[in-house]
């Protein structure tokens, strides 16, 4: 899997760095790669964002017109790839944000600490947090008021050896998109960052100038004319038939659609049903569908009907998803954006050999998260003494079919 993620780095670069057509341009470089992954987060998904740990009372207010804080919040995360050495390590740099992205100054940029958790990047085919479940999971695709031939495709975990994983599981078609990392850079630094983590508000814009400053070659300064995409606002619908719509309002710089349920979470560890469903037309689960893609890529995957159309603002779970579910569902909606390209110094005319010192890359994207089906019925009021609460029992950590974290009321 580390050789298709690198092909696809490689893939894009080519792409980004093509000559004209008909041209024989010769290219060297990047010495430097940065790349800037801008998110909008609402819904449940704006109380995680940043690693917020959501709880009953904001999960209220939001669901009940609470203030506008925490409703909607962006996320960074910065990545400087360098095939250069520090000149005086560690590895450490700089980027220097305009005022409206009220993140101050500047946040600091620092290489792995010898020892320390690093993320994972390079695993298209399961989430970091996976977890096997204990009985069976049941996966249905396809947006429709009544499930496809051929579902749900049934796995038991109950029958495969420990530590065994059913083949194809997750996409391997649909792969994450990764041209900074480790494993491809002799200098590598990142924000967020062990010592350094904020989330910006809801009002905070990319807007303007940009310049990242290291001590792993020059200078990369561009300017964005694009910021962070609107907020998603997602609502569903019972049906008569028993499925369920759900319908979002249209985001203009958005270039394709992706959504996906759960269901059962509150069995799992009994051995209980796990539902998994998915908005794709075909049998397409996790990858660089939970993450960002290229708008190429996305215009790609909404032809082969993977991804919903940019246009389109509805899509019916099945009848049979919300029957196998239960009473309850965790729903996930994510919206690809636009990128923005730089390259230094521009490109030569004619053949001339373009000799790039660095690139950028700013890529974009809306999602949001929600409760499918939840009855919070008498759940806003409070009762007994004030001044003496009643303790709350322990819970287990809330998390998905595939380990993800989930907010507590989703299970």
Same mark, same amino acid.
């Given at each position: 899997?580390?050789?298709?993620?690198?092909?696809?780095?490689?893939?894009?670069?080519?792409?980004?760095?093509? #000559?004209?057509?008909?041209? @024989? *341009?010769?290219?060297?470089?990047?010495?430097?790669?940065?790349?800037?992954?801008?998110? =909008?987060?609402?819904?449940?998904?704006?109380? =995680?964002?940043?690693?917020?740990?959501?709880?009953?009372? $904001?999960? /209220?207010?939001?669901?009940?017109?609470?203030?506008?804080?925490?409703?909607?919040?962006?996320?960074?995360?910065?990545?400087?790839?360098?095939?250069? #050495?520090?000149?005086?390590?560690?590895?450490?740099?700089?980027?220097?944000?305009?005022?409206?992205?009220?993140?101050?100054?500047?946040?600091?940029?620092?290489?792995?600490?010898?020892?320390?958790?690093?993320?994972?990047?390079? $695993?298209?085919?399961?989430?970091?947090?996976?977890?096997?479940?204990?009985?069976?999971?049941?996966?249905?695709?396809?947006?429709?008021?009544?499930?496809?031939?051929?579902?749900?495709?049934?796995?038991?975990?109950?029958?495969?050896?420990?530590?065994?994983?059913?083949?194809?599981?997750?996409?391997?078609?649909?792969?994450?998109?990764? &041209?900074?990392?480790?494993?491809? $850079?002799?200098?590598?630094?990142?924000?967020?960052?062990?010592?350094?983590?904020?989330?910006?508000?809801?009002?905070?814009?990319?807007?303007?100038?940009?310049?990242?400053?290291?001590?792993?070659?020059?200078?990369?300064?561009?300017?964005?004319?694009?910021?962070?995409?609107?907020?998603?606002?997602? *609502?569903?619908? /019972?049906? +008569?038939?028993? $499925?369920?719509?759900?319908?979002?309002?249209?985001? @203009?710089?958005?270039?394709?659609?992706?959504?996906? #349920?759960?269901?059962?979470?509150?069995?799992?560890?009994?051995?209980?049903?796990?539902?998994?469903?998915?908005?794709?037309?075909?049998? &397409?689960?996790?990858? +660089?569908?939970?993450?960002?893609?290229?708008?190429? =890529?996305?215009?790609?995957?909404?032809?082969?009907?993977?991804?919903?159309?940019? =246009?389109?603002?509805?899509?019916?779970?099945?009848?049979?998803?919300?029957? @196998? #579910? +239960? &009473?309850?569902?965790?729903?996930?909606?994510?919206?690809?954006?636009?990128?923005?390209?730089?390259?230094?110094?521009?490109?030569?005319?004619?053949?001339?050999?373009?000799?790039?010192?660095?690139?950028?890359?700013?890529?974009?994207?809306?999602?949001?998260?929600? /409760?499918?089906?939840?009855?919070?019925?008498?759940?806003?009021?409070?009762?007994?003494?004030?001044?003496?609460? @009643?303790?709350?029992?322990?819970?287990?950590?809330?998390? +998905?079919?595939?380990?993800?974290?989930?907010?507590?009321?989703?299970?």
């Amino acid at each position: 899997m580390r050789s298709i993620l690198r092909l696809v780095s490689l893939s894009a670069l080519a792409a980004t760095l093509a #000559a004209v057509p008909g041209s @024989a *341009q010769r290219t060297t470089g990047p010495k430097e790669r940065y790349e800037m992954d801008a998110a =909008t987060a609402s819904g449940f998904a704006a109380m =995680t964002a940043g690693g917020g740990k959501p709880g009953l009372g $904001s999960a /209220m207010g939001m669901m009940f017109g609470g203030g506008p804080e925490g409703k909607v919040v962006h996320t960074l995360d910065l990545r400087l790839g360098s095939n250069q #050495a520090p000149s005086n390590p560690p590895v450490r740099g700089e980027h220097y944000f305009e005022p409206q992205a009220k993140l101050g100054k500047s946040v600091p940029l620092l290489g792995p600490e010898p020892g320390k958790y690093m993320p994972r990047e390079e $695993s298209d085919e399961m989430p970091q947090n996976f977890e096997r479940p204990k009985g069976r999971m049941l996966l249905f695709w396809g947006c429709g008021a009544k499930a496809g031939p051929g579902q749900p495709v049934i796995i038991d975990f109950s029958k495969l050896a420990a530590g065994q994983m059913p083949p194809n599981l997750f996409t391997t078609t649909v792969p994450r998109v990764r &041209e900074v990392m480790t494993t491809n $850079s002799k200098s590598y630094a990142a924000w967020p960052n062990n010592k350094s983590a904020k989330v910006p508000p809801a009002d905070a814009s990319l807007l303007g100038a940009h310049r990242v400053a290291s001590n792993v070659g020059s200078d990369i300064s561009f300017t964005l004319a694009q910021d962070y995409m609107p907020a998603l606002n997602a *609502q569903t619908t /019972m049906q +008569g038939d028993g $499925s369920v719509l759900l319908r979002w309002n249209q985001l @203009a710089p958005a270039t394709g659609y992706v959504a996906w #349920a759960f269901g059962g979470m509150d069995r799992g560890d009994a051995g209980g049903d796990i539902v998994w469903w998915t908005s794709s037309n075909a049998r &397409e689960f996790g990858g +660089g569908l939970w993450d960002w893609l290229p708008p190429a =890529t996305v215009a790609k995957l909404v032809g082969q009907k993977v991804v919903m159309p940019p =246009t389109q603002t509805s899509c019916a779970i099945p009848a049979e998803v919300r029957k @196998a #579910a +239960g &009473e309850m569902m965790f729903g996930n909606l994510n919206a690809f954006g636009p990128e923005a390209n730089f390259a230094y110094p521009p490109k030569p005319a004619g053949n001339a050999v373009w000799d790039i010192d660095w690139t950028a890359k700013v890529r974009f994207r809306s999602h949001t998260a929600l /409760m499918i089906g939840a009855d919070f019925a008498g759940m806003g009021s409070g009762g007994g003494d004030a001044a003496t609460p @009643a303790e709350k029992p322990r819970k287990k950590k809330c998390k +998905g079919p595939l380990g993800i974290p989930l907010p507590p009321e989703a299970c």
